[in-house]
């Protein structure tokens, strides 16, 4: 076994020790969606990304899977012209989240019409796009002002006490949305924590209305547990429960061709594909034997962006 899986085996082993495990949980975080410019970058990096689809924001109505530590995402749609935005997630890491605080910091991005922070600002952050500039075109020109109003309103009162601002936590179901209820349901390197992931594509084309869009980044990078990228397909099954641990989530370890399966299977027609190509890592022979035979494309493709569309004649699936 290489030297570097133990560490994380050990890591992954004291999360059954019950106090480790309630340090981990009152200080665990995501990372990055605590940002209002990583909010607003990965934010107009799907939209501009949707808009060349046909994708328009105007009066949409948003879901997002894994909003993470803030709905910053969700602030930063609704002020570009969305009518609703609902966020699910399996941990409430943006319970805690100052959200006051964030939509003042967009909306001074909003009324300045900021640029889009760049690649040497975030430079692992996907899609990517041909210009960084304020992208007036995809952005509803209405009132933003009066938008930020109607938001702070429903902050003084609660999440879900009003129309434009949900947030779902835990998700655990397709009818904790409405079936053919939302014009656009995205994540940002969340698809590849996800265990059910049939169901969730499933639930996703269901929550859909015909001619809705689907839009995901999903990194297949190891996230920390090998000094390698592709490392965490290095351990076998045995040893990654044991990396896992009581996580309430980790990697689902599946590569680009299971999510294309999915996708398809549940009814989705494929728009774009952006990969990005690993330059190295390790070599087949030092993987789990279940991954030592992935295809070349899946093997060197470390993320990618998915758009996807339900047909405009298709019917929501029932459960």
Request: glycine share 8%; hydrophobic share 40%.
């Amino acid at each position: 076994m290489q030297m570097w899986k133990t560490r994380h085996i050990l890591l992954g082993m004291l999360t059954w020790v019950p106090i480790l495990n309630a340090w981990r949980q009152r200080h665990a975080s995501t990372g990055g969606s605590d940002s209002a410019r990583y909010c607003y970058s990965v934010w107009f990096r799907h939209l501009i990304t949707l808009n060349r689809y046909g994708f328009n924001v105007s009066g949409a109505n948003i879901g997002e899977l894994g909003p993470g530590d803030s709905l910053g995402i969700g602030l930063s749609a609704l002020l570009s012209g969305a009518s609703r935005y609902v966020g699910l997630d399996i941990v409430p890491y943006s319970a805690k989240a100052d959200l006051s605080k964030m939509l003042n910091e967009l909306l001074d991005m909003y009324t300045k019409e900021a640029q889009v922070p760049d690649d040497k600002e975030f430079p692992s952050v996907r899609p990517l796009i041909d210009s960084c500039e304020f992208p007036r075109h995809v952005v509803d020109g209405g009132n933003v002002i009066a938008k930020a109003e109607e938001i702070r309103a429903q902050l003084r009162s609660g999440l879900d006490r009003g129309f434009l601002l949900g947030y779902r936590v835990p998700w655990m179901s397709l009818p904790q949305i409405d079936e053919s209820s939302l014009d656009l349901i995205f994540s940002q390197a969340v698809l590849e924590h996800v265990d059910s992931l049939e169901e969730t594509y499933r639930a996703m084309f269901a929550w859909l209305k015909p001619g809705g869009y689907s839009s995901h980044v999903i990194d297949f990078r190891a996230h920390g547990r090998s000094p390698f990228w592709n490392g965490h397909r290095a351990y076998s099954d045995r040893q990654w429960k044991l990396v896992r641990g009581k996580r309430e989530f980790l990697l689902n370890r599946e590569p680009l061709s299971t999510h294309l399966t999915l996708a398809k299977k549940a009814g989705f027609e494929l728009l774009l594909t952006q990969r990005d190509q690993a330059p190295h890592g390790l070599d087949a022979s030092a993987l789990a034997l279940r991954f030592s035979k992935l295809s070349e494309t899946d093997a060197l493709t470390s993320g990618v962006l998915l758009v996807l569309q339900k047909p405009k004649s298709a019917q929501a699936l029932s459960n």
